[in-house]
């Protein structure tokens, strides 16, 4: 059974990097067409997809957070991660690694932004 688990800090000031990691257990990153990513849900609105890493390591980003995202994996620790620079309060959310080909998704880790 694949499970995903989210970390990180759960507070992070204006202006830093908002970084967040996804652990997979049950099943492994490089497994031939799937694709490991990262959404998120701002109070009281919809989820935002923020963009996507490949089997092959090909990553992906959603146009409105392009210019502040990266995502990247550690093949050894089966583990992705999400970086987001230059945060502001607008990026307060639930965020969700996910596996959408898999249908598998990690509990959500709620992240404030916040002096």
């Known amino acids: 059974q694949v499970q995903l688990q989210e970390s990180g800090p759960g507070l992070v000031k204006p202006s830093q990097t908002l970084s967040l990691t996804c652990a997979v257990s049950g099943g492994s990153l490089t497994t031939t067409d799937y694709f490991w990513s990262w959404i998120r849900q701002p109070p009281g609105k919809g989820l935002e997809w923020i963009g996507s890493?490949?089997?092959?390591?090909?990553?992906y980003y959603g146009p409105s957070l392009k210019s502040r995202t990266s995502i990247s994996r550690d093949t050894s620790k089966n583990q992705f991660t999400l970086q987001l620079t230059s945060v502001t309060p607008e990026d307060t959310a639930a965020y969700y690694c996910?596996?959408?080909?898999?249908?598998?998704w990690g509990q959500g880790t709620q992240v404030t932004v916040s002096s």
């Open positions: 890493i490949g089997y092959s390591g090909s990553t």
């Open positions: 996910a596996c959408f080909n898999g249908g598998y």
